[in-house]
């Protein structure tokens, strides 16, 4: 089996999808890693929003009453949960070719993760982290309790990654069309990154606000604040979800995506494999039309 494109063949071996996953996994874990302390302001400002009702009083608040360890905690949830969503998002992109049927397999596998990450991060006394975290969850509600969020965690995550690829492949697009003013090809290096990098940031800040409902949804289940999905959006209310913790989303996924793909494609490129294009392709089913996010490898020139 082999990816073509203009002519050139990339054979996707069993060695080329080792490091399809091995890239996945540390692109999104070490990404995400490094934006723990956003996280936690945002999931602390989603659970408790009458406390902690701006970013700048979340943040002084939290180091006052916990210290600077604060900032890090849910770390190892960060890390082993989303580098295993990463990992199974871009190997299931190359296998299915789409984005919504990579999320699915990606969110089963950062579920359990999410669900201790968001309990130790906004409940001071719960657990240290993943290794005891765990324990304490299955022992209180089972199996059944790393999967509370599944609904809505699909729910942010399936409509943020296919707006997200979509916005991408248009951002480059009008970027080159009526900024740069110029074919990819004959730009440097350096502009093409810095297009990748301001199409990666506008792309993530844009899936952060489709997704913003869903994500406070998670946080409120996790955090038993409402029993069920509707209970938890009665509770928010309509506007509160859009808006609460907004801010600090798009701050915080804009950069993690745009290091994502900045990452991945390093990684591939150190593996002696090719990097991506990206590729919008409509596919029909019935009278409706379904968008693939379809990742077209290409070698580096």
């Not at 054979?11 to 692109?27: N, V």
């Not at 089963?108 to 005891?132: H, I």
Request: charged share 15%; with cysteine; net charge positive.
């Amino acid at each position: 089996m082999a990816a073509m494109e203009g002519g050139i063949s990339q054979e996707l071996t069993p060695r080329y999808y080792a490091l399809c996953t091995i890239g996945g996994m540390l692109s999104a874990g070490t990404t995400h890693l490094a934006t723990t302390p956003l996280d936690v302001l945002k999931v602390n400002m989603q659970v408790h929003p009458i406390k902690y009702y701006s970013i700048s009083s979340c943040f002084t608040t939290l180091l006052r009453e916990q210290g600077p360890s604060v900032l890090w905690k849910g770390w190892t949830g960060k890390f082993f949960g989303y580098g295993a969503q990463g990992g199974c998002r871009f190997e299931v992109l190359y296998i299915f070719l789409s984005s919504a049927s990579a999320e699915v397999f990606a969110n089963l596998a950062l579920c359990p993760f999410e669900a201790v990450k968001v309990r130790v991060q906004a409940q001071p006394s719960y657990a240290k982290g993943m290794f005891d975290g765990f324990p304490k969850v299955y022992a209180a509600e089972g199996a059944r309790g790393f999967y509370r969020g599944l609904v809505p965690l699909l729910g942010r995550n399936i409509p943020f990654s296919m707006v997200m690829f979509s916005t991408f492949e248009h951002s480059v697009d009008f970027l080159y069309r009526n900024v740069v003013k110029r074919k990819k090809e004959e730009c440097s290096k350096t502009q093409q990154l810095g297009v990748t990098c301001l199409a990666g940031y506008t792309a993530g800040s844009v899936g952060s606000f489709v997704s913003n409902p869903a994500d406070n949804i998670v946080a409120s289940l996790y955090n038993r604040k409402a029993e069920s999905l509707v209970l938890a959006i009665r509770k928010i209310g309509l506007a509160n979800l859009f808006t609460r913790s907004l801010p600090i989303r798009m701050l915080l996924v804009g950069p993690s995506i745009t290091l994502q793909w900045f990452f991945y494609d390093t990684i591939k490129v150190l593996g002696g494999l090719c990097c991506f294009e990206l590729v919008l392709s409509p596919l029909q089913f019935g009278n409706g039309i379904f968008v693939s996010a379809i990742l077209t490898p290409l070698f580096l020139s």
